[in-house]
Nanobody, 114 residues
Framework: QVLLVESGGGLVQPGGSLRLSCLASGFTFSYAAMSWYRQAPGKEREWVAHITSTDGRTNYADSVKGRFTISRDNAKNTLYLQMNSLKPEDTAVYYC???????WGQGTQVTVSS
C-alpha cells in the first residue's frame, strides 16, 4: 500500500522559512520521481517542484524558483521542500506526489501571514 505523509507545515511570517517533509512507504522510493504541488483556497492545484529518481535533477515553477529547494534522502524514504523568503501568496495546502504511481499525500497547510 502506497503511503505518503507530509509534515512540517504551519504559520510563518512573510520572509520566513519552513521545511516540509514527505515520508514515503509501500514502494521503492529511490526509484520514484517525486513532485510537490500546492493548492490555495479557491484555486486549482498547481505544480511547485520536481526531482528525478536516479540523478536528483530538479526543476521548479517560476513562482518559487530561487526561494524553494526540493531534495530527497533515499535512505530515509523522505522527500523535502525547503521554503525560504515566504510570501503571503505561498499560502496553500502542500502535497507530495509520486509521479509514476499517481499517488498523493494528504497535504500539509502552510500559512504565510503577519
Amino acid at each position: 500500500q502506497v503511503l505518503l505523509v507530509e509534515s512540517g507545515g504551519g504559520l510563518v511570517q512573510p520572509g520566513g522559512s519552513l521545511r516540509l517533509s514527505c515520508l514515503a512507504s509501500g514502494f521503492t522510493f529511490s526509484y520514484a520521481a517525486m513532485s510537490w504541488y500546492r493548492q490555495a483556497p479557491g484555486k486549482e492545484r498547481e505544480w511547485v517542484a520536481h526531482i528525478t529518481s536516479t540523478d536528483g535533477r530538479t526543476n521548479y515553477a517560476d513562482s518559487v524558483k530561487g526561494r524553494f529547494t526540493i531534495s530527497r534522502d533515499n535512505a530515509k524514504n523522505t522527500l523535502y521542500l525547503q521554503m525560504n523568503s515566504l510570501k503571503p501568496e505561498d499560502t496553500a495546502v502542500y502535497y507530495c506526489y509520486a509521479v509514476s504511481l499517481s499517488s498523493w499525500g494528504q497535504g500539509t497547510q502552510v500559512t504565510v501571514s503577519s
